[in-house]
């Protein structure tokens, strides 16, 4: 199996870092290598998938408490 290593310092130690981007409404989680800061990776401050899974949840169950039929997958 390939060992992942840096672009920039070819280490192969990697770290996550929570930062606000400037003129951003938002976090976004950095996936950097722990040696040299150079960032491989941008993820998501909020897990998306979850939510939308949680909200479809409380629509279905909503929908469900009004008699109304919903398909949503």
Do not use: W, Y
Not at 24 to 42: E, M, R, T
Not at 45 to 67: E, P, R, T, W
């Amino acid at each position: 199996m390939a060992l992942s290593k840096c672009p920039k310092c070819d280490s192969h130690r990697f770290e996550t870092t929570t930062t606000e981007p400037q003129s951003s409404d938002f976090k976004l989680i950095f996936v950097q290598c722990v040696s040299c800061g150079a960032v491989v990776g941008v993820l998501d401050f909020f897990n998306i998938g979850n939510i939308v899974q949680q909200h479809s949840a409380a629509l279905k169950a909503i929908a469900d408490h009004l008699g109304v039929h919903v398909k949503i997958d």
